[in-house]
């Protein structure tokens, strides 16, 4: 896995990816958040193909249980990709809250990414 390092109003941001999904379960998801918050990371980037596609069926439970964790350890979270292809009303309205909130994000891109998550305030 590969781990850019981006600083920037000095926040400490990493974007994270590699080919492939390497985000298959939670755990997967708290393992990387664990070894980049203990890395003084204030912020982590992954794109959506980096993920398994369970995480964006809410039934399976798995999207709310990362995103906790990432809300429990004050972690901002930058997800990037094309999440037009969603049309199930439960995923829209979750991405659309998320984004509202500002502390877990679904963008379109790595600038936006950045520059949300170097923002001192969600």
Known sequence: MNVNS??????????????G???????DALDLLGD???QGFDGII???QNITPDFF??????????????SNYRVRLAIIGDF?????????DFIYESNKT???NFLSS???????????TP
């Open 6 to 19: 981006h600083i920037i109003n000095n926040k400490k941001i990493a974007e994270v990816g590699e080919d």
């Open 21 to 27: 999904v390497f985000i298959k379960r939670a755990e």
């Open 36 to 38: 980049l918050y203990y």
């Open 46 to 48: 992954i794109r959506e």
């Open 57 to 70: 069926d809410l039934k399976t439970g798995m999207a709310g249980e990362i995103l906790q964790k990432f």
């Open 84 to 92: 037009s292809s969603y049309k199930a009303k439960s995923i829209c």
């Open 102 to 104: 500002g502390h877990i």
């Open 110 to 120: 790595m600038e936006e990414a950045l520059k949300k998550i170097s923002n001192t």
